[in-house]
Each structure stands twice: as structure tokens, then as C-alpha cells.
């Protein structure tokens, strides 16, 4: 493959910080239709709020991306949120240039797509029912501290510890429990920004992207996203990269996780950061297609 390094990369983006980062994010800009940009929700276009259920796009998320999705192959959202959750919540579902947008929910077990509203799901893993049972009485037996929360995701339970008074302290005394509980069940624990999530093996955010960039025949990817379940999809588009597709690495920065910053191409300053650089990315698509 050759490089499209050598390419200026127009003023308005940042420069990535890689010579890899470098050519995915050249090589989309040459190739748009051919692209795919792929992002998480929360932490990445979504801020971090207290209340998972009060979590909402950035303002600005929607108008950036009707811009955008029409110059690229598919814009996609990979979350481990419901799929119709995270398209409710983003404010997807009938805006005006959002038809080429995919949302992957459940770490890619269900699909909502933009075009027509609906969303596949399979059937529920039976080991989230009894954990569902199992997981209250859990808490209280363990002394789960005030402020510990779950949230029911329909095919995975998550208990966030961001509104304890200790929520590292809380985090860490909750994970061997609640490790056991899921081993008992069959499921995986992914550890996040003061949240555990209970869910089924063998679906990560990687084989959700790679799947779809499969299917889509996508020429790039960029990446972006927050907290240790993207680094999965990290490693996919670092896969991508050594098979000649290139990519481009984005984390929306924060102090919670740094493991994503320390392997990004591209580092910005949280959702508001993603969402500029989504705009200077069409500014540039649609300076080019004048």
C-alpha cells in the first residue's frame, strides 16, 4: 500500500500524531465515499454525566454529523447500549442527513439503522436473567456503598460507583463480587469509568466494527473513543492497519482512562473536542467537493 502522507492535511484538522494516523486520516480525505467514521457514545459525542439514563449527544452532535454522514460510506455508533437506547438518546432517528447512520448497540448484538428505524435483535442471553435476580441482593450483601447504582441495558446490567462517596473505593471492592456472580452465569465483566458491566462473552466493540466495516467494504476507518471497552476496537483497527486498510485512532481525552491516549493517533479534549473535530473534518470534505 502507498502512503498518502505526503498529502498536506488541510489546516482546519489536527495533524495525527502517527505516521499511521497520518495516512488513515489522508486516506479518508482522498476516498470519502469510501470511509467509515465510527464512534462511541458516551464519553465520546455523549459527555459523562452522573445519571446514565439523563446522558444525551452533545449539542452539536447531530448538526456535524447530517454533514458528514452524506460524504462517507456510513457514519456508525458502537456503544454498549441498547441500539434504540443510544438512538433515542443521541436524537438520531428522522434527522435530515443521517440516513447513512448505523447504530451498533450491545457491543454490536443489536443494530438500529437510521434509514429505516428499526433495530435486530437476538434473543436475550439467559445467564442476564438471573443476574438480573441475583444482582440487588448482591450489593446489599457485599455493603455496596449509598450513591452505587444499576443499570438495566436489556442484555447487560451495569453498576456504576460514580455517585458514591468513594467511587474508586467502591469500584474496586465491587469487582471480585461481582466477577463471581457473572462467572456463575456465564457472562464477562468489563470494567469502564466507574462502571462494571455484566454481559455476554464473546461480542467486543472490534468484532462489532470489523464486522461491519466488512460488510460495508469500507476503504478507512477512523475510531474514536473514550474508555477501556474501545480499546478492543483499537485493536481492530490496528489489525485493519497491518492488512493494509487505514485507520485513524481518536480518544476523547479525559483523566479517568489514559490507556486509550497512550495509543491514540489523535487526542482531544472530551466530547466537545470530538464534535469540533468531526466539524473541521467536514469543513474539509465539503471545501474539497466545491
Known amino acids: 500500500m502507498g502512503s498518502h502522507s505526503s498529502h498536506p ?6 495533524a495525527p500524531t502517527t505516521p499511521a494516523g497520518r495516512d488513515g486520516l489522508a486516506a479518508l480525505l482522498a ?7 465510527a464512534l462511541d457514545f458516551d464519553g465520546t459525542i455523549a459527555p459523562i454525566v452522573p445519571d446514565p439514563d439523563r446522558a444525551r449527544a452533545h449539542p452539536d452532535a447531530v448538526p456535524v454529523l447530517a454533514r458528514l454522514a452524506p460524504l462517507l460510506r456510513s457514519v456508525v455508533i ?11 438518546y443521541g436524537g438520531f432517528a428522522g434527522a435530515p442527513g443521517l440516513e447513512h447512520l448505523v447504530v451498533l448497540g ?11 428505524g428499526e433495530t435486530r435483535t437476538p434473543p436475550p442471553h439467559p445467564g442476564v436473567e438471573a443476574v438480573r435476580t441475583e444482582l440487588p441482593g448482591l450489593l446489599e450483601k457485599t455493603g455496596a456503598p449509598r450513591g452505587t447504582a444499576i443499570e438495566d441495558k436489556g442484555r447487560a446490567l451495569a453498576v456504576h460507583t460514580r ?6 473505593g467502591a469500584f474496586e471492592a465491587l469487582r471480585e463480587p461481582l466477577a463471581e456472580l457473572a462467572a456463575r452465569h456465564g457472562l464477562a465483566v468489563e470494567p469502564g469509568r466507574f462502571v462494571l458491566e455484566l454481559r ?6 472490534g468484532v462489532a466494527l470489523t464486522d461491519f466495516l466488512r460488510e460495508t467494504g469500507a476503504g478507512s476507518v477512523l475510531y474514536g473513543g473514550d474508555d477501556l471497552g474501545d480499546l478492543a476496537a483499537y485493536d481492530a483497527v490496528d489489525r485493519l492497519r497491518a492488512g493494509g486498510v487505514p485507520g485513524v485512532l481518536l480518544c476523547s481525552g479525559s483523566e479517568e482512562v489514559t490507556a486509550l491516549a497512550e495509543r491514540a493517533d489523535l487526542v482531544v479534549d472530551g466530547p466537545a473536542g470530538v464534535v469540533a473535530l468531526l466539524g473541521g473534518l467536514a469543513d474539509a470534505l465539503e471545501g474539497a467537493a466545491d
Open 106 to 116: 450491545a457491543y454490536g448484538a443489536e443494530r438500529w439503522d437510521a434509514a429505516t
Open 9 to 14: 492535511l488541510p489546516e482546519q484538522l489536527p
Open 163 to 168: 455517585r458514591a462517596d468513594d467511587p474508586a
Open 78 to 88: 458502537v456503544t454498549g447500549r441498547p441500539a434504540e437506547t443510544a438512538a433515542r
Open 31 to 37: 476516498d470519502p465515499g469510501r470511509a467509515v467514521v
Open 200 to 205: 455476554p462473552p464473546g461480542m467486543d466493540k
